[in-house]
């Protein structure tokens, strides 16, 4: 598949969430008419704005005060496409954030309940570009540590600092790998994507290489759809060059699209919360899902999985 194509299907599967050109219309219509959810974590999730915050969407337990001593964490996400589509994958950012996170991705609210009318203004010509920056997602970090410093802010005292992650999906997984090298950051995970291995910098507005690889100093997860995930190449290569930092790759045979619209997320949001567990509050449990010949994901037949340094 020639170059622009390729970046073009990256860019159209990251926004629609699915894994063919067939049925995609209808399969978003769906979706779009879906009701939000609040997931199958300990804390009901709710997805809400903040007028103080207006270009990023937000999500997290619906009462605060159900945490008791608990700390929040945070995880900022990228959007597929870099879209300003701030729930895109709401279903799979609720069920994080019903696990105890604030979870905020950059835009607004143009799917779902709350859909705001999407913007008129169509994407220049020539290379595809991005609607959200890096330094958008990034703003995510220094809003929340700023807000739990904030005397009257419902935040206030409720984050760990320390408790920080970034994630993103396909254009948005390279924004996460940009913001991975902060050293706020304690967790990262990667889904559907990888630096391009010819080292272009096909989409308008990104422009990363093989070096940020080297800059990573905390492990990271990929998430991948399997060689059908147009993003499979560059996933592999990324996985195959890391070597600084404990990295693993674990593939559901689902294409590009992921598991995003099924409910709560699907297959690949549980990992994610395990990942998330174990890398940031240290669970045990959770790490289960990773370490050991004999890990969950391991010995699941739907996934396969790869890893280095991880046990």
């Not at 709710?46 to 945490?67: E, G, I, M």
């Not at 950012?93 to 019903?98: C, G, T």
């Not at 996985?239 to 593939?251: E, G, K, N, Q, Y």
């Not at 949001?269 to 045990?284: F, I, M, N």
Request: net charge neutral; charged share 20%; hydrophobic share 40%.
């Amino acid at each position: 598949m020639k170059l622009a194509a390729t970046v073009a299907a990256i860019v159209a599967m990251g926004m629609l969430g699915v894994a063919g050109a067939s049925g995609l219309q209808a399969s978003q219509q769906a979706y779009e008419a879906m009701p939000d959810t609040a997931g199958t974590g300990p804390y009901p999730a709710v997805k809400r704005t903040d007028p103080a915050f207006p270009h990023h969407v937000l999500y997290q337990p619906a009462d605060l005060s159900k945490l008791g001593t608990k700390k929040l964490g945070v995880l900022v996400w990228g959007n597929g496409a870099c879209s300003d589509d701030g729930a895109s994958v709401r279903f799979h950012l609720a069920e994080i954030a019903s696990h105890g996170y604030l979870v905020i991705a950059p835009g607004r609210i143009l799917t779902g309940p709350g859909a705001l009318p999407r913007p008129q203004t169509p994407l220049p010509p020539g290379p595809l570009g991005i609607r959200t920056t890096t330094a958008q997602v990034a703003a995510g970090i220094d809003w929340a540590l700023a807000e739990n410093a904030r005397k009257g802010s419902p935040y206030f005292g409720r984050v760990d600092p320390r408790l920080v992650a970034v994630s993103g999906h396909s254009c948005g997984g390279l924004q996460a790998l940009e913001i991975a090298a902060d050293p706020r950051v304690h967790a990262v995970i990667v889904h559907n994507s990888g630096v391009f291995k010819d080292g272009t910098n096909p989409i308008r507005g990104i422009t990363i290489d093989k070096a940020a690889l080297r800059r990573l100093h905390t492990p990271v997860l990929y998430i991948m759809g399997g060689p059908s995930d147009i993003a499979w190449p560059n996933g592999t290569d990324d996985f195959d060059r890391i070597d600084t930092v404990p990295a693993m790759l674990a593939s559901l045979d689902v294409g590009h699209g992921g598991t995003f619209q099924d409910a709560n997320g699907g297959r690949v949001t549980p990992v994610d919360v395990a990942w998330l567990e174990w890398q940031l509050r240290g669970d045990k449990d959770a790490a289960r899902w990773f370490q050991g010949a004999d890990c969950r994901l391991c010995t699941d037949p739907a996934w396969t999985v790869r890893k280095e340094r991880i046990d």
